[in-house]
Structure formats: C-alpha cells, structure tokens
C-alpha cells in the first residue's frame, strides 16, 4: 500500500511523537510505501519527512504528498482550530484522490475542549469531518465517549496508544541501559522546564522523602535550559543524584529507552510540538509494558489550584507502585494490526 501520514514526528518526543515514528517504521518494515508530512511547531529531525512552511505550503504538500495514495492517516490531539482545520483539509484532499482517510484521536484534553467547541466553528468541522472520514481511530475510551456527541456512522474505532521497541535499541543506547539496569521503579519526566509546574512537582518528589535506590528519574529538557535546570534539580535532590539520570529531548534513542523501563510519564500539555498551559497543568501517564510494546493504558491531568505541587507528588508515588493490570483491548488485539487492517 501507499500510504501518507500526517501528524507530529519532531521533538520534544513524547507518546503522541514516538507512536507516530513506530506506525511509520513498522509500516516500512513490511513493504509498504509511506510518506510522512510533520505539522509539528518545530522541524523533523528524519530527512524522509517533510516539514512544510506555512499554511499554504502545507495544502501544497498534502495535494502532493497525496496523489496516488491508497491511505492518507491524520493524527492529532484536537486542541487547536488550525489542527481541526488541516485534518478537514486531508479528508477532503483523500477524498479527490480516492484515497482512504482515517484520522487519529489522542489528546488528554479533548475530553473537556470536544464539548466546548463553538456552534459555529469547531463543533461544525467536527461533525463534517466525523461524517465524512472513513475510520476514526480513538486511543482512550474517554475521548471516545465525548466524540459520540459528533457521530454520524459507524466509522468509530479503540485502539490503545503504543510504542515499539526495537531490539537494536540496547546496542545503541548501552549507557542509559546500564545506567537503568538496577532499578525497579522509572520516572520519566519529559520537556521539563524551570518556569512549569511539572519543575515544581519534581521539586516536591524530591524534598519530600529520599527515594529508594532501585528507584530512577529520567528527565529531558530543551538544550537551552538544560543546564538550568540540572543544577537546580540537584540541589533540590539532597544528595540522591545516583537516582537521576538526565538527557536531550531530541535525542530519540534515549527517549526509547527511557519508556521501555517508565512506569510513569509525566509532562506539560503539548499539541502540535507546543506547549500549553504549563505553568499549571501536568498530564501523568501510567505505563504498561507488553512483549516490546508500550501502552498509556490510563492517566491524570492536573490542574494547578495553589500548593497542589505536594499533592501531586503524593499522587505520583501512589501510582508508581500501584499494580495495573493488562487491559482488556491490549489482550484482544494488537494495535499495529487492528491500525494495518483499517487501511485495508
């Protein structure tokens, strides 16, 4: 098959990012011919992928990117209206061609800004939208569920959010794995910044008791404010630094590794490659390792009502060593495939 998909593949690489970048490489691996256009803020570090410039170089590589595909597969998280907008763009664009649309839904907050859309605006690309693509793919039963409100045909799939794990991967990253070998429990705290509130509550995880040494965090953060941040980070620590393990947000390989062991992703508000509301809003994803694969089974948005810095610290090292279980939907299928057969 042909295939162009369309959504964020540049850093900071978080869920949304790496699970775009492993439905590219698997496709690849099986023969399928895909392009890839990146709407992302910020630039593709892949040559093989596109960043257009502006909205009219956008319409200009879909109508190219396009041509003479089998499948044209937008994935976004439904935040902004120039997203909703090109998503529309595709479908229509898919539909001159003759190509399959499908669309990807994975956004912690749709669930809240789905219902909110304006009459005139948001909520009627939605239901055009909705009604004229042929799947639309939701990776959480909660934004599902809000999305029955624009349904107009049975076009509605649940497939979990994942990641694959390649097994070259130890090879390449041989010191962050030996530097995550000994330890039990993985934070992962990504594209942290000094003035956010995701720094406030590894501020109070770190002030409030020692954590056990079979216990890591992983922390990413913008090349700039790296240094920042790593000092300030260290000092808060009290002396535990054997516990954290720091690297590039760009830095892919690293990234990888470091959600093959997380059993918590925690990181601002992102859509597109921006960032929102981070100086009071937190998303907190539990992580479920399956075979080599990834899965975001559930999570947490938290939202910022004065010192709730300590709370959520608390909340986090409930979930770090809460059980959870295999989900129903990773056991009855896998995700690439269920993704592979609705192309077809």
């Known amino acids: 098959m042909k295939i162009l998909l369309i959504g964020n593949f540049a850093p900071p690489f978080e869920e949304e990012t790496l699970q775009n970048i492993t439905l590219f490489n698997r496709l690849v691996e099986d023969g399928h011919e895909c392009s890839v256009i990146n709407i992302s803020a910020h630039p593709a570090r892949d040559q093989r992928f596109i960043t257009p410039h502006g909205h009219l170089g956008y319409l200009l590589t879909l109508v190219r990117a396009g041509w003479k595909k089998d499948v044209i597969h937008f994935s976004t998280k439904g935040y902004l209206r120039v997203g909703l907008l090109k998503m529309m763009l595709s479908i229509f664009v898919a539909k001159v061609v003759r190509a399959k649309s499908v669309i990807t839904f994975y956004s912690e907050f749709f669930s809240i800004l789905g219902q909110m859309r304006s009459p005139f605006g948001g909520t009627q690309t939605l239901f055009t939208s909705f009604f004229l693509a042929d799947r639309i793919i939701f990776s959480d039963k909660d934004t599902f569920d809000v999305a029955t409100m624009y349904r107009k045909k049975a076009n509605f799939e649940l497939v979990p959010s994942f990641i694959h794990i390649p097994d070259r991967l130890k090879e390449k990253n ?15 705290f990504t594209n942290i910044m000094q003035s956010s509130f995701l720094f406030e509550i590894l501020n109070e995880l770190l002030a409030d008791s020692p954590l056990p040494q079979d216990a890591g965090i992983v922390i990413s953060s913008s090349g700039a404010s790296m240094p920042d941040v790593k000092f300030l980070i260290e000092k808060a620590s009290k002396g535990i630094n054997a516990n954290l393990i720091f690297i590039e947000q760009d830095d892919i390989q690293s990234a990888l590794t470091a959600f093959s062991r997380a059993d918590i992703v925690l990181r601002p508000l992102t859509c597109d490659g921006e960032v929102f509301f981070e100086k009071f809003t937190v998303s907190a994803r539990k992580v479920l390792h399956e ?15 004065g010192t709730a810095a300590v709370l ?9 060593y ?23």
């Not at 999570?299 to 910022?304: E, N, P, Q, Y």
């Not at 059980?323 to 609705?342: A, V």
Request: aromatic share 8%; charged share 25%; proline share 6%.
């Open 174 to 188: 041989s010191l962050l794995s030996t530097l995550l070998k000994g330890k039990k429990k993985v934070i992962v």
């Open 291 to 305: 075979g080599a694969s990834v899965f975001f089974p559930n999570g947490l948005v938290f939202i910022k009502e």
């Open 312 to 320: 959520c610290a608390h909340i986090i090292k409930t979930m770090l």
């Open 322 to 344: 809460a059980e959870t279980g295999p989900l129903p939907e990773i056991k009855m299928q896998d995700p690439y495939e269920t993704i592979r057969k609705i192309y077809e």
